[in-house]
């Protein structure tokens, strides 16, 4: 019994998200339904190419077939530097909203573990246990551990407005991998957009 509890408890602990929303706001007059959006351009900012085309392939999939990829959509022929070309791209190619992730902080935090401390038995059986009776405790000493928190801010525009309509700022603690990094914070963001009435559920 105490182990199943024990792997219903790890199983618990493993399916829980690090994710946490630290801020939010939508546009009070705007509502999104699913048929609203035929095509959404997905662009995640990071330095990293790999993680870049990862993060934009998980933002992909909760589009239902309708999230387009920047690194698909954007070669490298197109210049990236020209505002009012892309302005007049995405317009001219049909996209209802684009979809940014940036990352704009990874803060590192000092987690202090306090001292342990684990009680033996205490049993007079024999010599060696009874002579060692005044040891009623060992311990496992304290000690520090480093956490990373990766702060990410999501944006949706709408392009047919030219403008922004929900944002968003998550909190992310050691995420074990940038894909699971971004199903996370799609996870919350959807919810939070579905339970405040942004995205009609």
């Known amino acids: 019994m105490i182990l199943f509890t024990a792997f219903v408890c790890i199983v618990l602990l493993n399916s829980c998200s690090s994710t946490h929303i630290a801020s939010s706001w939508r546009d009070p007059g705007k509502q999104i339904h699913p048929a609203d959006w035929g095509k959404v351009l997905v662009l995640a900012l990071l330095r990293n190419e790999t993680n870049r085309r990862s993060a934009e392939d998980e933002m992909a999939k909760y589009l239902d077939g309708k999230g387009i990829t920047s690194y698909s959509y954007l070669d490298e022929n197109f210049n990236r530097k020209d505002e009012q070309a892309l302005r007049s ?108 009435g942004f995205i009609e559920k």
């Open 89 to 196: 791209r995405i317009k001219k190619d049909g996209f209802d909203a684009a979809i940014t992730m940036r990352l704009i902080d990874v803060d590192k935090e000092k987690v202090y573990t306090p001292q342990q401390y684990y009680m033996y038995p205490m049993y007079y059986n024999d010599f060696i246990t009874y002579y060692y009776r005044n040891w009623m405790y060992y311990n496992i000493p304290g000690n520090y551990t480093i956490t990373k928190k990766f702060i990410i801010e999501t944006i949706i525009y709408s392009i047919k407005d030219d403008k922004i309509i929900w944002s968003g700022i998550t909190e992310t603690y050691d995420p074990k991998g940038v894909k699971r990094l971004t199903n996370e914070i799609a996870r919350a963001l959807r919810n939070k957009m579905q339970q405040e």
